[in-house]
Structure formats: C-alpha cells, structure tokens
C-alpha cells in the first residue's frame, strides 16, 4: 500500500541548493567584515537548560511565556531550543571563563534559532541569525564599533533603504522611575485593555511597549518616554555613542520610544528596518546588557550585541546567487571495463582539484554524450572500446567542438593544462 508523503512542519523551511549558496555569500561576507573588527566565531549548542532563556530573556517577555520549544528530556530535565543565542553565548563566555582573556572579548554566532510564533511572511518558527556580541568594556565607542560593524556588513551586502534607530533604554539607577511614572499612565489608561495587559502593566510596564496589539498603539504613542527620565550618565552615553557614530559616518535617527522585546537591555539598544518587508520590517536588533554575565553567574562584566534574522536579509538582497561554477569535465565510458576504468579516472581528476562529473547506468555514446552537453562540462573525456583497446582517452572540448586522443597516462596532466590555459 502507497504511504502517504510526509512533509515538513509548519514555519520551517528548507533551503536547496541554488538558495544555499546564497547563504554562503551571505556568511561569508559576515566572517570578511567581523574578522576586520577581530571577532571570533563561537558555535553554542541548539539547546540549553530551560532555566538559562528564563533567567536572561525574561519570564514576562512573549518569547519566554509563549515562544520556546520547551520539553523535558528522558532525564526529566527541561530543555530549550534556543530562541536567541545571545543567553547561550553569555552563559558560554562564563562557562569557559572567557573574560581572563585580554580586551574586549569579540564572538560572533551564525545558526538556526526556535519560536513558536504564527508563521507569516518573514516570521518563521525555525529561523537563522548571524549575532555578534562584544565582552568587557562600557565604552560608548565599543557600542559604536558594534553599530558600525553592523552597517558595514549590511553596506557589503548592498542594501540600501534601511534605517538605523536608537535609544537608550536607561539603567538600574533611572530606569524605575521611568517605570513608575509608565505604570501610573498605563494604569489610567488600562480601562479599555484586557485583563493581560493589565497584569502586565503592573508585573513589566516596558513590555507593554512593544506589544504588537492594534487596540494598544494609540495608547502607547502618547505613552512617556524614557528621554524624559535619563539620569547624566544615561544621556552622556547616548551623545557619546551618536558621536562615534557620526565620525564613523553611520546614519542613524534617535527613537526615544524604541523599546526591544528582551528583558535583559540596559543604556544602549538599536533596530535597522526596512520599509520593504512589510509587517516584520527588522532586519536586526541589538543592544547593552550590563548586567547579564553577572545575572548568570560571572563576574560583572559589560557586554553588547546584536542579531540578524538571516531570511529576512535574504528576502532584502532578492535577486540571484552567482551561479555556480561549470563542471571542468564530464567522463562518458561505454562497457564494464571503461566504467570501472572511469571511476578511477574521476577519483584522480577530483583529487587534483578538477570539477569531474560522470555519467551513471550505462547508456549509449549518443545518450551519454546528450547526458555530458546537458552538463555544462568543458571537457568530455570518452572511454569507449576503441580507446580502451588503444589505451587513451578522448578528450572533447565542448566549447570548440574538437576531440583528440590522449594516452590515458597524461589525461590528468593535459587536463589540467588546458584548464589552466582556457581561464
Ligand atoms: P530579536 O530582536 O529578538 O533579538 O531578533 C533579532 C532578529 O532576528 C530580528 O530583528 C529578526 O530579523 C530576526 N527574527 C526574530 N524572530 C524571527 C522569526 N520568528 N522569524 C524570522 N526572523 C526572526 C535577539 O534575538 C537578540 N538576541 C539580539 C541581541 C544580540 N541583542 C544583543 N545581542
């Protein structure tokens, strides 16, 4: 009996080959510019203790209460799919007490991230970031290095339109106040608000800012910002940060209503969106989380980072990849002998480095041939009974249409000369 097909599950995706190597174009200009910066690549695991995205992330945030992939493994143990890295890089750099190392510690992460959100159009529940994460200084330069990294792989890319905001999200010292004065707004104003929102104000009054509920955005436009509460060192920072930025020649705009969905922010936090990706418009956020690494176990230690959602960028760049390159060649062997003869003539050309495709199941000259035109290769090279027989190969060039023979001993070498000559 026909079984049915099993396919994948809601809001993940598979990438083929010719997305793939979009990917790496993508990737590999992310490793050029952050090598500029002195960043090194950190590779955290997939999952976690529950407890670590809980304690960082944040019990009131949407993706701690509703969006993680939480179950309890064979050992009893709750585990988390990872919603974010940036939790699992801290509790990395105090695992391995990475802050004995010199200077600002530099990491960055490229993988597959884990919500259950509804999937739409640029929101998936399976979706890959490339985040970058500075350790160990409250400079305001090191937040503007990390937002100059930022738009400098994005300007690599050549994307254009994006708009680069920023706020200061306060610290411990003025940041309460700024949550009382929140707090006592919303409290006015929570008559027509459900009662979630309404425990929510009371719990977390900064997350309500974010909340992505129509009924609540008028109530949250004429909400009071954070500008009006920045202690000095709040308000110094900030200027410090857009300075740097100015010298750096970053564009940016000051959003003092710009709040992020993770708990752990403090003084710095910024977004770049686009005006071209519809309701999910952020390309990346980032932002200081001082108090993180300490709230983990480690030692008091400053850090600061930021994270791109890799489909989403992907989704900006549109367009092609570079096609990949054409086989070099494509061996064609008619009869048992001349097909055991070519598995080991492909094994060499591959080895010295040569793009070598065959045909497999036999077939006629003609389908064979049909087979390598199809291929794209440059060279064929044909093992039929004659040149068997004469101990050579036949070497085609498929742009000139001419065939030679060749001893089967110097195949490889003439191979590869006439590769080298046609560049
Ligand atoms: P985030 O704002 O939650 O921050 O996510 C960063 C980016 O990941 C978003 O701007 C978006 O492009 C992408 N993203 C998030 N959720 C989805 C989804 N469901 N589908 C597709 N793309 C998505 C963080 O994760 C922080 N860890 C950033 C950070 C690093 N802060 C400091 N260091």
Redesign the pocket.
Known sequence: MARGKITSVR?VRDILPEEARRWWEVERTARDVFARYGYGEIRVPLFERTDLFARS?GEETE?VNK?MYTFDDKGGESITLR?????SICRAYVQHALYNRPGVVKLFCIGP?F?Y?R?QA????Q???I???AFGSEDPAVDAEVIAMLMDFLGALGLEGLSLEINNLGDPQCRPAYAEALRAYLRREAGGLGPEARERIERNPLRFLDSKEPAHQEVISRAPTIDGFWNAACRDHLAAVCGHLERAGVRYARNPRLV???D??RLTVF??TSGRLGA?N????????DGLVEDLGGPATP???????????LQLMGGEAAPEAPLDAFIVALGEKAEAEAFGLAAELRRMGVRTERSFGGGSLKGQMRRADRSGARFVLVLGEEEMAKGVVGLRDMRESRQEDVARGGIAASLAKRLKDSL
């Open positions: 809001g992330i993706i969006e919603p974010e890295a940036t939790a991230m919500r959100e999937p640029g929101r998936l529940r979706f890959h970031q985040d970058a994460e992020r969905g993770l752990y922010y977004e770049v999910q952020a390309v990346c956020g980032g932002g200081r989380y850090g600061i980072g930021f994270a791109i959602g890799m489909e989403r960028l």
